[in-house]
Every structure is written in structure tokens, then in C-alpha cells.
T-cell receptor
Framework: GAVVSQHPSWVICKSGTSVKIECRSL??????MFWYRQFPKQSLMLMAT?????????EQGVEKDKFLINHASLTLSTLTVTSAHPEDSSFYIC?????????FGPGTRLLVL | GEDVEQSLFLSVREGDSSVINCTYT??????LYWYKQEPGAGLQLLTY?????DMKQDQRLTVLLNKKDKHLSLRIADTQTGDSAIYFC???????????FGQGTELSVKP
């Protein structure tokens, strides 16, 4: 299968700071990556579609100025949570498409104090 | 839009078969997937089936697709305690590869 990594695996930050999460496809190139958010005991909520070399497409209700996405290369997409607040605390998961199938990263747990 | 539904919980005894069910609304879903999520982890792709197939078997896993009823199931034979996890079914149409997930079924395997 395909391998997708995320870094960091967990992060604790103070309210008002910005946090960057990296998503990498390790053994394949991905023109399209996705960012999800997952609350405890719930399903995944798609936040945005990240396209290499172009602007991300955000889902309805997701603030693009709050969640900045950059997909500068075929193996790396980043999600920056700007001016994080406690309500942004969540589990963030990315995925990348390889041969019509989405492969998921291990997730990043964010806790904003 | 697409809606995918699953039952929330399933409890089985070790060694029994588990059957996790999923229904979807969009008949144009071209691919249907099963993912497994263990606590604190990402999603692991278990298997997938194309919409033109009725069944797919991969070792202990059997996927059945009933297109008429828009029903998908995942059967795990000889369920082990290590199979305890949340299982998500997901459908993919032609909208840029987006997946629509069910709520997830929490499988509990008792020794």
C-alpha cells in the first residue's frame, strides 16, 4: 500500500499561536491531498481539498483564512491553523490519492490551551 | 448529495464472524471502501470494491455489494481481539475524488 506520514503526531500550543501540520506522501506523488478533522467518537469531516500548484478548495463552513493550506510539491501539503483557540482542538488527518484510492496519514492531535 | 449510514456498534465473541453493514444513497458511487481506525490512529484501508462487482474476498475479509438495495457489507471471518476498532465505509463518486463517510461502526471483540 501507499504510505502517508504526518508531522507532528501531537502538539500542544497556547491560544493565539499558529500551528503547522505537514502531510507527506512517502512513496508516491500526490497531486491531490485532503484534510479532515475528527471529533471524538465521530466520523471524519472533510475540511478542504489540497491541489498541488493551485489554491485549495474549502468545504462549506470552513474558514480559509483560519486554516491555511499549501501544497507546494507533489509530496507535501501543509495545514496551518492560525491564531488557534481551544475550539480548534481536534484530531486532524490528511490523505493522499494514489490510483483512485485515498491513503490516510496517522493523524495529528492538536490541543490548544 | 451522497449519504452513507452504518450501525454504530457491534459486539462479537472471538472466533465468530462479524458482519458490518452500510447503506448509501448515491447510485453513481463508483468505488466503495472499508477503512479501519484504531484508537488514536489514522485510517487504514482494508479493502475496496468497484461498483460493477458483487463480491470481493481478501483473506478473512469478504465484501458484498447489493447495488439494487444500495447495501454494502464487510464480513470478517474468525474475528480476533485485534480486530476491535472502528470501521468506516465510504463511497466515492466522480466529484474530484471526495469520499463520503459513514458514521463508523465500533466493533468490540470479546474473548
Amino acid at each position: 500500500g501507499a504510505v502517508v506520514s504526518q508531522h507532528p503526531s501531537w502538539v500542544i500550543c497556547k491560544s493565539g499561536t499558529s500551528v503547522k501540520i505537514e502531510c507527506r506522501s512517502l512513496d508516491f506523488q500526490a497531486t491531490t491531498m485532503f484534510w479532515y478533522r475528527q471529533f471524538p467518537k465521530q466520523s471524519l469531516m472533510l475540511m478542504a481539498t489540497s491541489n498541488e500548484g493551485s489554491k485549495a478548495t474549502y468545504e462549506q463552513g470552513v474558514e480559509k483564512d483560519k486554516f491555511l493550506i499549501n501544497h507546494a510539491s507533489l509530496t507535501l501539503s501543509t495545514l496551518t491553523v492560525t491564531s488557534a483557540h481551544p475550539e480548534d482542538s481536534s484530531f486532524y488527518i490528511c490523505s493522499a490519492i494514489r490510483q483512485e484510492t485515498q491513503y490516510f496519514g496517522p493523524g495529528t492531535r492538536l490541543l490548544v490551551l | 448529495g451522497e449519504d452513507v449510514e452504518q450501525s454504530l456498534f457491534l459486539s462479537v465473541r472471538e472466533g465468530d464472524s462479524s458482519v458490518i453493514n452500510c447503506t448509501y444513497t448515491d447510485s453513481s458511487s463508483t468505488y466503495l471502501y472499508w477503512y479501519k481506525q484504531e484508537p488514536g490512529a489514522g485510517l487504514q484501508l482494508l479493502t475496496y470494491i468497484f461498483s460493477n462487482m458483487d463480491m470481493k474476498q481478501d483473506q478473512r475479509l469478504t465484501v458484498l455489494l447489493n447495488k439494487k438495495d444500495k447495501h454494502l457489507s464487510l464480513r470478517i471471518a474468525d474475528t480476533q481481539t485485534g480486530d476491535s476498532a472502528i470501521y468506516f465505509c465510504a463511497g466515492r463518486g466522480d466529484q474530484g475524488g471526495k469520499l463520503i463517510f459513514g458514521q463508523g461502526t465500533e466493533l468490540s471483540v470479546k474473548p
